[in-house]
């Protein structure tokens, strides 16, 4: 299926998250069989932008988030626009993640790090660095103040965006900052001399 055919199943949102999407794989120039992980499912917007960009997509939460945005229809949204078969879930926590040191190339956080507890945010980071290879990525989506405006009408409880920067700790990284139309893009390398 086309974008604009998902874009039009999936509605506006969806349009704005594929466009902030599209910038961090033109960056990351990935091949399309890149092993890449998206954490945080949700509705599943993010891994079908993914998928739709021709990855299969091992995406999850953990099966105890009881929030308002886990535990979404991902599964059909996926069916919708007709890439199911590119995702799989696996349930997990971010912050143990029950993958191997260096098992892909990208690792996605759409949305997702300003949920997560303050405490366990250096840890999230940690473990994301961990699965990803050497010289592979880890890519954090937080909203633009703007984009929190937005969202504060609806949900005047939703917490401020992270600055994933803050979280890094002594880990050997490259960082790249991107500006896309909802969110602020954190591209987090790591380096041939290892992280």
Known sequence: M???DAI???GPMFDAITADGALALKELDLSHDAAVLDVGTGKGYFAICLALNGFN????EPETDRSRYAGQEWAENAEKVG???RLRFEAFDASQMPFDAQAFDAVFFFGVLHHVDEGERTKVLGEALRVSKIGGAVVFFEPKQETLEKVWMNDP???HAAVPSDYVGAAQVDERRLTGSLMDIYIYKKPASGA
């Not at 997509?57 to 999850?60: A, D, I, S």
């Open 2 to 4: 086309e974008r604009e």
């Open 8 to 10: 039009e199943a999936l």
């Open 57 to 60: 997509v091992l995406t999850g």
């Open 83 to 85: 890439v199911r078969d």
């Open 157 to 159: 409880d939703h917490p």
